[in-house]
């Protein structure tokens, strides 16, 4: 488990550093990845691309994994603290999408070293 959460500490790290690049090579090019503003799931690193960068546009998130485990069917699971701020640092007042600041638990399952899916859940 160490070589995968190594993946998805470098997955953290640049999402928080906007580095869009470094988050598609570590996806497999038909990921499904968790739309959490709208719902759903995005489909592809190009979608993904668009997803983040949109969001990006719109809101500062930043997300800190607190601790990962292994589940009995092989994803894994981060336990993240998630904040997101407009674009000048204030915290969201009268948002319209699912983004807020909150505890979540990101699910990751992996094929050949790579994340081929991502949902959100609630924390429990």
């Not at 009995?72 to 204030?90: K, M, P, T, W």
């Not at 994340?115 to 859940?121: M, S, T």
Request: charged share 25%; hydrophobic share 40%.
């Amino acid at each position: 488990m160490d070589d995968d959460v190594k993946l998805l500490g470098r997955l953290y790290a640049c999402f928080n550093a906007r580095d869009i690049d470094g988050i598609l090579t570590a996806l497999t090019d038909d990921v499904a990845w968790a739309n959490g503003m709208d719902g759903g799931h995005v489909h592809g690193c190009d979608a993904v691309r668009e997803y983040w960068t949109r969001q990006w546009r719109m809101v500062s998130p930043h997300v800190e994994p607190v601790r990962f485990q292994r589940a009995a069917d092989g994803v894994i699971v981060a336990e993240v603290r998630q904040s997101v701020r407009d674009l000048d640092g204030h915290p969201l007042q009268g948002q319209t999408h699912g983004l807020a600041d909150k505890t979540v638990s990101h699910v990751f399952q992996l094929r050949d070293g790579k994340v081929a899916r991502f949902d959100i859940q609630d924390a429990a």
